[in-house]
């Protein structure tokens, strides 16, 4: 999460959709009065102090960024936030934390009975909980607000899938000269097989719990498409 007061910005971190490679492009752009909570050496070491007195981490919502900033300070700063197909994501989501060494123990414990994507497709840990960090919530969980669910709370919505087009957008919305080495990316999971055998009923899962992912960011409800 980042509130750049330098250059009127604010990033919301969805998890597993190229947060931290975004948000180490935006730290270039940092000065003294700026804020980055959750990633980077500062932002990890800040994350304490602003979860305790302020209720804001790495992957603190649109709505509550809004609730501590104020609706007049929000609405006057560019709002950012970026998305990835919930079927890759999911996969993703997968890969990351069987190999996530800092994995809370139960989460790691109860991510034993799935030993292949497939299976883990097939159970419930991710449609009834919210997981670590609320990485199995919908990604609009992140970029709406409560009372308008069904709304896009932030300006602009980037998309893993085409990264560097929408950080060029972003550069030019930002100002003036800026640009962005979008060929450096972060915390990029392990390399694990993009090849799921993804069945009828698989797909009809996932399009069940992300519905508003699918809805409101544009994603097509088949995998490939």
Do not use: C
Request: hydrophobic content about 40%; charged content about 25%; cysteine-free.
């Amino acid at each position: 999460m980042i509130i750049n007061h330098t250059h009127k910005f604010v990033f919301v971190h969805v998890p597993k959709a190229a947060g931290t490679s975004v948000s180490g492009m935006f730290r270039t752009l940092m000065t003294y009065r700026d804020l980055e909570v959750g990633t980077g050496q500062m932002g990890r070491e800040m994350q304490g102090i602003y979860a305790r007195h302020f209720g804001l981490t790495k992957h603190a919502p649109a709505s509550r960024i809004r609730e501590v900033m104020g609706i007049d300070d929000w609405e006057a700063y560019f709002t950012i936030g970026f998305a990835r197909n919930p079927f890759s994501r999911l996969l993703s989501i997968y890969h990351f934390l069987k190999t996530w060494k800092q994995l809370p123990e139960a989460d790691a414990k109860a991510l034993e009975a799935f030993p292949t994507f497939e299976d883990f497709v097939a159970g419930d840990l991710w449609r009834v909980g919210a997981g670590p960090s609320g990485i199995y919530r919908p990604q609009t969980f992140w970029l709406t607000s409560r009372n308008k669910p069904q709304e896009l709370a932030v300006d602009f919505v980037g998309r893993q899938e085409t990264l560097a087009e929408d950080m060029e957008k972003i550069a030019a919305r930002i100002g003036p000269g800026i640009r962005f080495d979008t060929a450096r990316r972060s915390n990029v999971t392990p390399s694990y097989s993009r090849e799921v055998a993804w069945s009828d009923e698989g797909i009809a899962r996932v399009v069940e719990r992300y519905r508003r992912d699918f809805d409101l960011l544009g994603y097509a409800t088949r995998p490939g498409d």
